[in-house]
């Protein structure tokens, strides 16, 4: 049911977990990089 906002509700949370699972990796390294002084 594509009008089901439930539905909309649990997909929007999926894309949201996946984007920050992709993105940790990622951040981990900058962060435990000695050349980042951010």
């Known amino acids: 049911?594509?009008?089901?906002?439930?539905i909309h509700h649990i997909n929007a949370w999926r894309d949201f977990a996946a984007s920050l699972i992709s993105a940790f990796p990622d951040w981990k390294m900058r962060s435990m990089s000695p050349?980042?002084?951010q």
Do not use: A, Q
Not at 1 to 6: A, I, K, L, R, S
């Open 35 to 37: 050349t980042v002084t």
């Open 1 to 6: 049911m594509p009008g089901n906002p439930t």
